[in-house]
């Protein structure tokens, strides 16, 4: 969601085309979709017809989405609040395959001491990225979520953390919770599995709560409510 600005993009060619009838929410959940098509994922066939909100409520947002600090039970517990089951939860957090991690939210794992759960090699890999215990947000200080398959959203991820190379706590905790490992394993074992259930949950996502007839707008600019 840095990249927002290509939503505006796609928001300005699609208003040339057909004037206030394409949703920024709904701009969002496709690009989601052809995203993990792109990285070499499965096609998911989502409905339309979400309405963007009249109000921000970025609070909240806040407030749903799971921390990488939190626990595999809070996890779980958050994501079955809107139908994702433990397995679906599994097949989301392999999303981790893709991108990038801010030293900031690696550095306790790595100073003053090593956790434990770490593979050694890779904590030294981790100490060059960020080689402060204090690093400067603001910079451009990061570590790769993966390092083999960088740009595929694959099983790489779980092969990963099953070698203790999880980049986030919430990675590594995938292994040692009893109800998560199981899964992990399978989800390794088979690239074809973990893109048919990341696929499932996506979809469920998709479709949480949306807004639709009165209850929200098509918004002119993504970036604000409109004044009328």
Do not use: W
């Amino acid at each position: 969601m840095r990249n927002f600005k290509y939503i505006n993009t796609i928001k300005l060619a699609l208003e040339k085309e057909c004037p206030m009838k394409v949703s920024c929410a709904d701009i969002v959940a496709l690009s989601a979709r052809d995203g993990f098509v792109l990285l070499g994922g499965l096609r998911v066939e989502m409905k339309t017809g979400r309405k963007d909100g009249k109000e921000s409520y970025i609070a909240e947002v806040e407030d749903f989405i799971p921390n990488h600090n939190d626990s595999i039970p809070s996890v779980l517990s958050r994501f079955q609040s809107i139908g994702i089951d433990t397995e679906g939860t599994v097949a989301l957090l392999g999303a981790h395959s893709i991108g990038r991690v801010h030293c900031t939210n690696i550095v306790h794992r790595i100073y003053p001491t090593v956790d434990p759960t770490l593979d050694p090699e890779y904590a030294n890999y981790l100490k060059r990225r960020c080689p402060s215990p204090e690093p400067n947000p603001k910079a451009v200080e990061y570590a790769r979520n993966d390092r083999i398959t960088p740009m595929l959203l694959d099983n790489m991820y779980y092969k990963n953390i099953l070698s203790h190379k999880g980049l986030l706590l919430v990675d590594q905790q995938l292994v040692s919770d009893p109800d998560t490992y199981p899964f992990v394993k399978k989800m390794a074992a088979d690239n074809a599995y973990f893109h048919e259930q990341f696929s499932k949950a996506l979809l469920i996502l998709s479709e949480n709560n949306p807004l639709t007839e009165e209850q929200g707008e098509i918004r002119r600019d993504c970036r604000y409510v409109n004044r009328n």
